[in-house]
């Protein structure tokens, strides 16, 4: 017994460093961060691909289909990947990579993305309940509709697949990846875009319900 104690308490001080590495975070949705997720690190918009390297899985759509699929808010109309239920969709990366972000249409509480460094170790697993607000699949609100930006700075990641085990409700687009952690310059200069429009565009709609009061 004390030696599957002591195994178990290895297992998990070997998991646990790694889990630690990966940090997430996220950017309410619309047209303005579809534009500008699409404009960083070499983002893979899928028009005119077919599902294969580094993605394998899934279907690339375009527009939305009632009760298969929809584009995520403030999409351009560009071809999108979206995955069924029970379906995984895998990007492979055979030299790793530090950073991995994607912008997420109508996040469900069980849309499920799984990351796995170059060996193949397990690092961390997120589910819509962690970068939705609230993970309803709304497909018209910002904190469902986002761009979500992940980042091993320990292990490179060599695997993440994207898993949705309820309905044809996962959608993707504007994936990008990096060998190399962004700035933190350039992440700075690029949130506070997003912040200045998204204050503009309240201060905007502000004004206009007081002068129609």
Same mark, same amino acid.
């Given at each position: 017994?004390?030696?599957?104690?002591?195994?178990?308490? @290895?297992?998990?001080? #070997?998991?646990?460093?790694?889990?630690?590495?990966?940090? +997430?975070?996220?950017?309410?949705? !619309? =047209? *303005?961060?579809?534009?500008?997720?699409?404009?960083?690190?070499?983002?893979?918009?899928?028009?005119?691909?077919?599902?294969?390297?580094?993605?394998?899985?899934?279907?690339?759509?375009?527009?939305?289909?009632?009760?298969?699929?929809?584009?995520?808010?403030?999409?351009?109309?560009?071809?999108?990947?979206?995955?069924? @239920?029970?379906?995984? #969709?895998?990007?492979?990366?055979?030299?790793?990579?530090? +950073?991995?972000?994607?912008?997420? !249409? =109508? *996040?469900?509480?069980?849309?499920?993305?799984?990351?796995?460094?170059?060996?193949?170790?397990?690092?961390?697993?997120?589910?819509?309940?962690?970068?939705?607000?609230?993970?309803?699949?709304?497909?018209?609100?910002?904190?469902?509709?986002?761009?979500?930006?992940?980042?091993?700075?320990?292990?490179?990641?060599?695997?993440?697949?994207?898993?949705?085990?309820?309905?044809?409700?996962?959608?993707?687009?504007?994936?990008?990846?990096?060998?190399?952690?962004?700035?933190?310059?350039?992440?700075?200069?690029?949130?506070?875009?997003?912040?200045?429009?998204?204050?503009?565009?309240?201060?905007?709609?502000?004004?206009?319900?007081?002068?129609?009061?």
């Amino acid at each position: 017994m004390k030696k599957l104690i002591l195994a178990a308490l @290895a297992t998990v001080a #070997a998991v646990a460093p790694a889990q630690a590495a990966v940090s +997430f975070s996220v950017i309410d949705g !619309g =047209s *303005i961060t579809f534009e500008n997720s699409a404009g960083v690190l070499g983002v893979n918009t899928f028009d005119g691909l077919t599902v294969g390297n580094p993605f394998n899985g899934g279907v690339v759509r375009q527009g939305s289909t009632p009760f298969v699929s929809a584009e995520p808010m403030g999409s351009d109309g560009s071809k999108y990947l979206q995955i069924g @239920a029970g379906q995984t #969709a895998t990007f492979t990366s055979a030299v790793g990579t530090k +950073f991995f972000g994607l912008y997420i !249409g =109508s *996040i469900d509480n069980f849309n499920k993305i799984t990351l796995y460094d170059t060996l193949g170790g397990f690092l961390a697993t997120f589910d819509g309940t962690q970068f939705g607000d609230p993970g309803n699949g709304d497909q018209a609100a910002p904190e469902n509709n986002r761009w979500v930006i992940f980042e091993d700075t320990a292990s490179s990641l060599g695997k993440v697949e994207l898993y949705s085990d309820q309905r044809n409700a996962f959608e993707v687009d504007n994936v990008a990846f990096s060998n190399a952690v962004p700035e933190p310059a350039t992440w700075a200069m690029m949130i506070t875009g997003f912040g200045f429009v998204g204050g503009a565009m309240r201060r905007r709609r502000g004004e206009e319900t007081l002068a129609t009061a």
